[in-house]
């Protein structure tokens, strides 16, 4: 969830350590990250996706429950319920579902690079929905990296407007994935950064426990030993505990540096679909990444207003 954006804004936190260690905390969440298309598509050859979609989100509330629980957390009021409910709509239900669906029949690394556009999607939904006025060539690269996207998928199918119904899918849970975390973001100024997830994920389990139940009653799950421990990392890692590494790194900063690291996220994530699963690496997928991730990178520094030129961009 896996899932972890560049324009997510925790509440600050006063820690009294280097910026190298926020950017090594940063990596560790990225890195969890990075096996959530790979485990998932693991997953879909045994399980349905409906039940991996809604079973790890309950496995994650139930997580969510215990540490909030556990550290005596403040129970949201008012409208911070409904913004709660955006989020957990976008990064709960939204991407889980229709990432499971999509990685039926796309590979690991068609996904991994689609989704790289995520952190210019939440960056562009950030600025919409803070008000934000950036410069016109935040448009322009965002505009750029949405058409990198949409032709490398469907260049791998054979040619320029053969998007499947797979790539609509993936593009789906970009855009709901953008919507959750930017409310987020927001929200985490109020509840925290994690505690805005679990509080999600708790907000959401009623719903998400209702359709395993569903999955389970059409289709009892059967799968491999090796399936089972994918749908659980996805359940304990990509949707709860990867958060805590990810936001403590955004806490500790510089944010705008740290949140950066997510740019590795689609590397990893077609390394480990390469060495893991044993796809190709073709050009198109190696092209097509650098250029989505790129544009994605140029996207996240033009809206923090971090200078991109060469030897530029030290310091907070």
Do not use: K, N
């Not at 016109?136 to 750029?144: D, E, G, L, Q, Y």
């Not at 805590?244 to 990893?268: C, D, E, K, R, T």
């Amino acid at each position: 969830m896996t899932q972890h954006s560049s324009a997510t804004l925790p509440a600050p936190l006063v820690l009294p350590t280097r910026a190298s260690v926020g950017l090594w905390w940063g990596l560790v969440g990225v890195a969890a990250f990075s096996f959530t298309v790979p485990f998932t598509r693991v997953a879909v050859g045994g399980l349905s996706p409906l039940f991996i979609g809604s079973g790890r989100a309950v496995m994650a509330a139930v997580l969510a429950a215990v540490a909030l629980a556990a550290t005596r957390q403040r129970v949201p009021r008012g409208r911070q319920w409904t913004r709660l409910a955006v989020v957990g709509a976008g990064v709960v239900i939204g991407f889980p579902l229709l990432t499971s669906y999509a990685l039926t029949t796309a590979p690991a690394s068609h996904g991994a690079v689609v989704i790289a556009l995520l952190p210019t999607a939440t960056a562009t939904t950030a600025v919409l929905r803070g008000h934000e006025r950036p410069p016109v060539s935040f448009w322009v690269i965002a505009m750029v990296g949405a058409l990198a996207a949409m032709g490398f998928a469907s260049a791998q199918w054979g040619g320029l407007g053969q998007l499947r119904w797979s790539d609509l899918l993936l593009f789906g849970a970009v855009v709901a994935a953008a919507i959750g975390y930017a409310e987020g973001g927001l929200l985490a100024r109020e509840l925290g950064a994690w505690q805005t997830v679990s509080w999600a994920l708790v907000l959401c389990s009623p719903l998400m426990v209702v359709l395993a139940v569903l999955s389970i009653s059409h289709h009892a799950p059967s799968a491999t030993g090796v399936q089972w421990a994918a749908f659980a990392y996805l359940g304990v890692v990509s949707m709860f505990l990867g958060f805590f590494a990810w936001y403590h790194g955004l806490a500790i900063g510089p944010m705008a540096h740290v949140s950066q690291v997510q740019l590795v996220q689609p590397v990893l994530s077609i390394s480990w679909a390469a060495l893991l699963l044993g796809e190709e690496l073709t050009w198109t997928t190696v092209v097509g990444g650098l250029v989505v991730i790129a544009c994605a990178g140029a996207a996240v520094r033009v809206r923090l207003g971090i200078p991109t030129l060469p030897g530029a961009g030290r310091g907070d």
